[in-house]
């Protein structure tokens, strides 16, 4: 398995335009999680899914930010419209239930809004 | 909100030394993680130790947990450069299931 992979891994964007994050998760993961890191704030968890069922949103910071998972191999992060302070790194997470191997990291999406 | 907490935040040390990071934290847990971050890259899972665990090993990793003093290390022995990384210890939130990720230990062994 090629891993968590994630696009892209850098984004330049301006203020108020909309940015879409994506992430395949590892194959027979069952969990995928959006974790959101910066320096000042570390990794926060944004949202997470079972099944592909969002089941914990509380860690999303605003409306401007929605996350979907139409099917088992594919999530979005979509941020609109993006804000400076949105500039982080996204990182996208998967795992399995039974058993667990712990979490597998993508490599991240560097976003910087200007 | 952070769960756990590690100490130092930065630690710097020689080759073939000893390094430890330590973690605290706040609730019950139900076990405990420690992961690896290399520079621009996402966090790798290390190990992970149960709560009715005291001690587990891997490689040259040993990690304890004291689940009275909800404190738990990690120690990397004979370092190499290699091990540059920060390293975070996580628990799962209250539903049991997403990871609650401290603000790491950053890790600089020079050659």
């Known amino acids: 398995d090629a891993g968590v992979i994630q696009s892209p891994r850098h984004e330049v964007t301006e203020m108020g335009q909309e940015v879409t994050l994506r992430c395949k998760p590892i194959s027979g993961h069952d969990y995928l999680f959006w974790y959101r890191q910066t320096m000042m704030r570390g990794l926060e968890l944004l949202i997470y899914f079972n099944n592909n069922v969002p089941i914990d949103d509380s860690g999303m910071p605003e409306d401007r930010f929605s996350a979907k998972m139409p099917n088992a191999s594919f999530s979005t992060l979509k941020i609109q419209p993006s804000e400076p302070r949105d500039s982080a790194v996204y990182f996208c997470a998967s795992s399995s239930r039974r058993p667990y191997y712990g979490y597998t990291f993508g490599s991240g999406t560097r976003l910087t809004v200007v | 909100s952070q769960q756990g907490e590690e100490d130092p935040q930065a630690l710097s040390i020689q080759e073939g030394e000893n390094a430890t990071m330590n973690c605290s934290y706040k609730?019950?847990?139900?076990?405990l993680q420690w992961y690896r971050q290399n520079s621009g890259r996402g966090l790798v899972h290390l190990i992970l130790i149960r709560s009715n665990e005291r001690e587990k090993h891997s490689g040259r990793l040993r990690v304890t947990l004291d689940t009275s003093k909800k404190s738990s290390s990690l120690l990397i022995t004979a370092s190499r450069a290699a091990d540059t990384a920060s390293y975070f210890c996580a628990t799962l939130d209250q539903a049991g299931t997403a990871l609650i990720f401290g603000k790491g230990t950053t890790l600089s062994v020079s050659s």
């Open positions: 609730t019950s847990i139900n076990n």
